[in-house]
């Protein structure tokens, strides 16, 4: 919320390479944009060699600088941790009461969460129901969990800002809200970070599934070093460049890490199709840095045989053309960010002081499982 005037509403995206911010102030009923900004530690790990600091204290630094140059006018902020931090399943269940519901999700949640449930966060809900060949009602459930020492980390950052934390939630989350929001229909999302990759099976706005890979632009950089013979430096330079290194003839780069990214969205597909033949995935849409390298779509197209697109989180929002010739740079990089800011216009054109999202880790820490 604004401190004077109109609402406003700031998502902070926690990156492996950098923190993203956008400050969103809700005109009428009209998201509008009024600041954004972005702090690179690409580098952070070199510097750590050589620092009297640790990972945690320089993201805070990084935190401290970046608001400071933004200067947001509100004491609200809406965060997401990276995917790899949090787990997201699809469970089926037979169909029952919430109240039974709620003992057998804590029951199944033990072999899908590789860790004592009391260090977890976790949070549920109800996202399909459909009939087994037999006849037999069955209820899709989407298990969202996240360890309770990685949320103190993030409410710790936020903390020392003085800041209140209004939403945090898994990435994948914002994501959606930002590429797709409620539009109908099936939709693959990949989201390709710095270090990991993250694949979401999304239908009618809704998180159905989500698979966090180990593998995202840093590999494509040491690939593209390796086979060129340069620098990791003169590789990101190259990866940037707009040269296409996917579809030419005589290109001699093959990116592994693509072909890993590409076997899983294969899975995640058929796993969505066989259980619901009548709901088909209609495109892909890609964000994240590196779905910026020139001929991706194109390449992941042919592969994937779905049209593949970028995703455009801007388009949600209303901007100056001054700034939107700025922001065109920036791509998909800011959906996180940006789909912050949206859930906590959602969350206040709902008023209501709980928010709804699933996924959200504040209401996870306090639901009683």
Aim: no cysteine; glycine share 8%.
């Amino acid at each position: 919320m604004a401190l004077f005037g109109n609402p406003r509403f700031l998502g902070i995206d926690f990156g492996t390479a950098s923190l993203k911010a956008v400050e969103l102030e809700l005109v009428g009923d009209k998201p509008v944009l009024v600041n954004y900004g972005v702090a690179d530690f690409s580098h952070l790990e070199e510097e750590l060699k050589e620092a009297n600091y640790t990972y945690d204290e320089a993201v805070a630094l990084y935190l401290h600088a970046l608001l400071a140059k933004m200067n947001p006018k509100t004491d609200q902020a809406h965060i997401a941790m990276p995917a790899y931090t949090g787990l997201i399943a699809l469970v089926d269940f037979p169909s029952m009461s919430e109240a039974q519901m709620s003992e057998a999700v804590r029951f199944e949640a033990h072999k899908y969460v590789p860790m004592a449930l009391d260090d977890v966060a976790l949070s549920w809900e109800i996202v399909g129901r459909r009939e087994t060949g037999e006849g037999e009602g069955v209820m899709e459930v989407l298990l969202v969990a996240a360890l309770k020492k990685e949320v103190a980390r993030y409410q710790g950052y936020i903390a020392q800002e003085k800041l209140e934390m209004s939403l945090l939630e898994i990435e994948t989350f914002s994501i959606v809200r930002s590429l797709i929001g409620t539009e109908p229909g099936a939709k693959l999302l990949i989201d390709l970070g710095s270090r990991a990759t993250n694949i979401i099976l999304a239908d009618g706005g809704e998180v159905k599934l989500g698979r966090n890979i180990d593998t995202g632009g840093k590999d494509m950089t040491r690939t593209l070093a390796e086979t060129m013979d340069v620098t990791k430096e003169r590789a990101e330079d190259l990866k940037k460049s707009g040269k296409d290194f996917l579809n030419q003839p005589t290109s001699a780069v093959t990116f592994p890490s693509l072909q890993i990214i590409v076997s899983e969205a294969l899975r995640v597909i058929e796993s969505h199709e066989t259980k619901h033949p009548e709901s088909q995935v209609g495109e892909i849409i890609l964000s994240g840095g590196s779905a910026r390298l020139a001929g991706l779509p194109e390449y992941l197209s042919k592969l994937i045989g779905r049209p593949v697109s970028i995703g455009h989180p801007w388009s949600k929002i209303q901007s100056t053309e001054k700034q939107q010739a700025i922001i065109h740079e920036t791509g998909s990089s800011f959906a996180v960010a940006i789909g912050l800011a949206l859930g906590g216009i959602e969350t206040h054109l709902k008023k209501s002081k709980e928010t709804s999202f699933l996924g959200s880790i504040n209401t996870a820490l306090h639901k009683k499982m």
